[in-house]
């Protein structure tokens, strides 16, 4: 896949009048001043006239944040297509369900739910996400859409060569199994031809990402385990993956490593600073020591894991063990709108229960940058989270003006609190406006939601072929969903 060139690299865009805030201070007056695709320089309000005197375009932040783009650590894109289905059962049966679907794609429906999924987050302030896709027989399909949207994207298509019925004792109809068996490469040689494939296609383009994307750790077998290491070192591939998201893969994990998963991987060599995890509600104390010491990215999506009954993941302890943290929306028909001021509200207030210790309450600045540093996991390359000369030329542009922030002092604390899609301004990455004076630049999107709304009802009339199927599952699976979570402390309640 060829590199996709954007606009002319020589132009100048002074940003002027506003107030900057660069991921580490808080917000101060000042500007920017970008040359192509990078920030050549920060401007103090002394500087701004000069610098619009020079400038081939000039922008007024008159009243309005000028901050890094949010980013969205942890997203299946095409579930976009798949609002307002299934969003009332627990992990292991919702995932039949989005099987289902995932057989009835074609290239059509998957570059639609790729390019809403785009729409969405421009519109939300999302320069930049981790798309963990599910159908891989349509990578290609994928990238090319991903590249078109003009968003910086982690593009990790799943492996796995085991399933939860067998590895946590779901006693389910073995033929309908088969009928449901997700259609992607399970064998080594199929799935390392897949991503020597891909890696050829997206080495050359600086804003999709390939990374390795094994669905969870205890669905791959050993060697499957063997390959994402190979590939990693071999291909110098980040990963990104599902980790201890429910109770019973917590028991199973004991079961199959008496040291625990996380130890296991660390004993491999798969925890490093390349690798992302998305959940990781069921960790131990040792857990978050181990995953901070390695610098592995966690991912914490709460909006998805109250949705799916999966737990609640522990912030408080997290910050404490210095983990690096993100934020994620996950599925549609999971986690809602890909919208990460909602999940930042989801973080701030998630632990502040009756009589705790208010003065441990998780506060406004550590969720900000849990929503903008989570591009770490990018790589190195990557736009950092951070607004400096030399960077990258991503940035949000919030108004002060509109939505809820209307009468709010610009600040962090205001952005968590009552930010909304109102308030986005514009949407910059690599130089190029995604989204300005509330309209998309990158691509069409009126045709991109007329395209998307077809496809979506061309899935769901595909996947009702299969729902008495489907339903004859409920009977089996609450039988030992009672059982399995029975025997968790902490779970349970009618």
């Not at 401007?43 to 375009?57: K, T, V």
């Not at 309209?439 to 045709?447: S, T």
């Amino acid at each position: 896949m060829a590199a996709v060139m954007r606009g002319a690299h020589s132009k100048t865009i002074c940003i002027r009048g506003g107030s900057i805030w660069t991921g580490s201070d808080v917000p101060v007056r000042g500007g920017l001043f970008i040359v192509g695709d990078r920030i050549e320089r920060l401007l103090s309000p002394a500087d701004a006239d000069a610098a619009s005197a020079s400038a081939d375009e000039v922008f007024d932040a008159a009243g309005m944040l000028v901050m890094p783009p949010l980013f969205d650590g942890h997203v299946h894109s095409t579930s976009t297509l798949l609002r307002g289905t299934e969003n009332s059962f627990p992990l292991e049966l919702w995932s039949y369900y989005a099987i289902n679907y995932g057989r009835a794609f074609t290239d059509r429906c998957v570059r639609a739910a790729v390019m809403l999924t785009a729409a969405e987050m421009i519109r939300n302030g999302i320069g930049g996400y981790i798309d963990h896709f599910p159908q891989t027989r349509f990578a290609h399909v994928a990238l090319e859409a991903h590249v078109a949207s003009g968003l910086r994207v982690g593009f990790a298509p799943f492996f796995a060569d085991l399933a939860d019925e067998d590895i946590l004792g779901i006693p389910l109809d073995a033929d309908i199994m088969r009928r449901l068996s997700p259609l992607a490469p399970r064998s080594v040689e199929a799935v390392r031809d897949m991503y020597v494939d891909l890696h050829a296609c997206t080495r050359v383009n600086d804003r999709v990402r390939l990374l390795l994307g094994p669905n969870a750790p205890q669905r791959c077998s050993d060697r499957l385990w063997h390959l994402w290491l190979q590939l990693r070192d071999e291909l110098d591939l980040g990963s990104h993956t599902h980790v201890l998201e429910t109770s019973p893969q917590a028991v199973h994990a004991r079961r199959r490593w008496p040291s625990g998963m996380v130890a296991e991987l660390e004993r491999v060599g798969l925890l490093d600073a390349r690798l992302s995890i998305a959940h990781a509600i069921w960790l131990t104390g040792e857990d978050r020591d181990r995953l901070a010491r390695h610098g592995v990215t966690v991912v914490h999506n709460p909006a998805s894991n109250l949705m799916l009954g999966a737990g609640r993941f522990d912030v408080r302890a997290s910050l404490d063990a210095g983990m690096a943290l993100a934020l994620g929306t996950d599925s549609s028909n999971t986690g809602g709108r890909h919208d990460v001021f909602e999940i930042m509200r989801h973080m701030l207030t998630a632990q502040r229960t009756p009589g705790s210790d208010f003065g441990r309450w998780v506060k406004a600045p550590d969720v900000i940058r849990a929503a903008c540093e989570g591009a770490r996991a990018l790589g190195p390359q990557a736009a950092p989270g951070r607004l400096a000369a030399g960077m990258p030329a991503d940035l949000l542009v919030i108004d002060f003006a509109d939505g809820g922030l209307a009468a709010a002092p610009i600040s962090l604390e205001s952005v968590v609190v009552h930010g909304d899609a109102r308030s986005v301004k514009a949407l910059m990455v690599g130089g190029d406006w995604l989204l300005k004076s509330g309209r998309i630049e990158a691509f069409d999107e009126a045709a991109v939601l007329q395209e998307a709304a077809a496809c979506a009802t061309e899935l769901r009339q595909v996947a009702q072929d299969a729902a008495d199927m489907l339903a004859s599952l409920h009977g089996p699976y609450q039988g030992w969903h009672a059982s399995a979570f029975g025997a968790c402390p902490t779970c349970g309640g009618s």
